[in-house]
């Protein structure tokens, strides 16, 4: 059973464009989440990240976007360029049984921007 | 500051055969991972350390042992390699201090096949 739901599984979009990908969770102790990119032979690296006491984080061109009623975190990628041709992994984190921090993953979105 | 290591960067194995892969890092971080990756498949996580002589077993970790004896590196072994274990494989560490273990910092990855 996925805990953290992340759609569509691939996503091409026009220089210019705003691809956005959503995620969807049910376990309401999660307090984090995160995005990660990853470019081709590279590991994911931490993009952006917003805790639910805040319905909206941007850095530069990235959004994300909070509905903590809906249990919903969604990326948005304002004016995209070639260079952000990416997979792009939602993951949500909260406290397991042993007081440790632990992450859930999305299954990936890889995002093509076209010159 | 060389972040997480990875070695090696490929390898070939035959069926049957083992070998460790090495994960290094210089962050002083108290967390440890390995990650396999796979098409469509996300990060799944493998095994996990949340200290120097400590492992724990994530979601996928059969046919698979770690150790930890060092702060700094995490083995990941192979003792009868099988096809499925055909993967790209990932390491990533993180700090334990409460939300600082939230970022992952990830290695970049070993590939691995097993004919």
């Known amino acids: 059973q996925q805990q953290v739901k992340q759609s569509p599984q691939s996503l091409i979009v026009q220089k210019g464009g705003i691809p956005i990908i959503n995620c969807a969770y049910e376990?309401?102790?999660?307090?984090?989440f995160p995005w990660y990119q990853q470019f081709p032979g590279k590991g994911p690296a931490l993009l952006i990240a917003?805790?639910?006491d805040v319905s909206e984080k941007k850095e530069g061109r990235f959004t994300i976007s909070f509905n903590k009623s809906a249990k919903q975190f969604s990326l948005h990628i304002m004016d995209s360029q070639p260079g952000d041709s990416a997979t792009y992994f939602c993951?949500?984190?909260?406290?397991?049984?042993?007081?440790?921090?632990?992450?859930?993953w999305g299954l990936g979105t890889s995002l093509a921007v076209n010159p | 500051n060389a972040g997480v290591t990875q070695t090696p960067k490929f390898r070939v194995l035959k069926t049957g055969q083992s070998m460790t892969l090495l994960c290094a890092q210089d962050?002083?971080?108290?967390?440890m991972y390995w990650y396999r990756q796979d098409p469509g498949m996300g990060l799944r996580l493998i095994h996990y350390?949340?200290?120097?002589?400590?492992?724990a077993k994530g979601e996928v970790p059969d046919g698979y042992n770690v150790s930890r004896l060092k702060k700094q590196n995490f083995l990941l072994g192979l003792e009868s390699a099988a096809p499925s274990q055909t993967s790209v494989y990932f390491c990533?560490?993180?700090?334990?201090?409460?939300?600082?273990?939230?970022?992952?910092?990830f290695g970049p990855g070993t590939r691995l096949t097993v004919l």
């Open positions: 917003i805790r639910p």
């Open positions: 376990n309401t102790a999660f307090d984090y």
């Open positions: 350390s949340v200290g120097e002589g400590t492992t």
């Open positions: 962050m002083n971080h108290e967390y």
């Open positions: 990533a560490s993180s700090s334990d201090r409460d939300r600082d273990a939230d970022t992952q910092y």
């Open positions: 993951a949500a984190s909260s406290y397991n049984a042993g007081n440790n921090r632990k992450l859930i």
